[in-house]
């Protein structure tokens, strides 16, 4: 069955870096899209940033400059490097892909920005 694991999150500094990581299993992982969203307290769960099969890739306006989504094929995992953090980044990182027009998600990743 398709499984994401995410890790890499923790508590930085603003300003501070971070880089995420979402192994992926049971998928062709060459042959789809992969993102990242993200869901602070109280909030709705927002895409951070896609890359689709060919490298294309997107972000939300609020992380463009900011963060790079990237994927290594040969590894299946997506990785997302986020430099110059806020404590408004601070969220559950969750990595994503829809396969049939089905989503699958993995449990998430706390990132936490403060000083």
């Known amino acids: 069955q398709v499984q994401l694991v995410e890790s890499g999150g923790g508590l930085v500094q603003p300003g501070g870096s971070l880089r995420l990581s979402c192994a992926a299993s049971?998928?062709?992982?060459?042959?789809?899209?992969l993102r990242w969203y993200r869901q602070a307290p109280a909030k709705q769960r927002e895409l951070v940033a896609a890359i689709a099969s060919v490298g294309t890739t997107n972000y939300a306006d609020s992380v463009k400059g900011r963060f790079t989504i990237s994927r290594d094929n040969a590894k299946n995992t997506v990785y997302l490097q986020m430099n110059s953090l806020k404590p408004e980044d601070t969220a559950v990182y969750y990595c994503?892909?829809?396969?049939?027009?089905?989503?699958?998600w993995g449990q998430g990743t706390q990132v936490t920005v403060s000083s």
């Open positions: 994503n892909v829809a396969i049939q027009f089905k989503d699958y």
């Open positions: 049971g998928i062709i992982f060459s042959a789809y899209a």
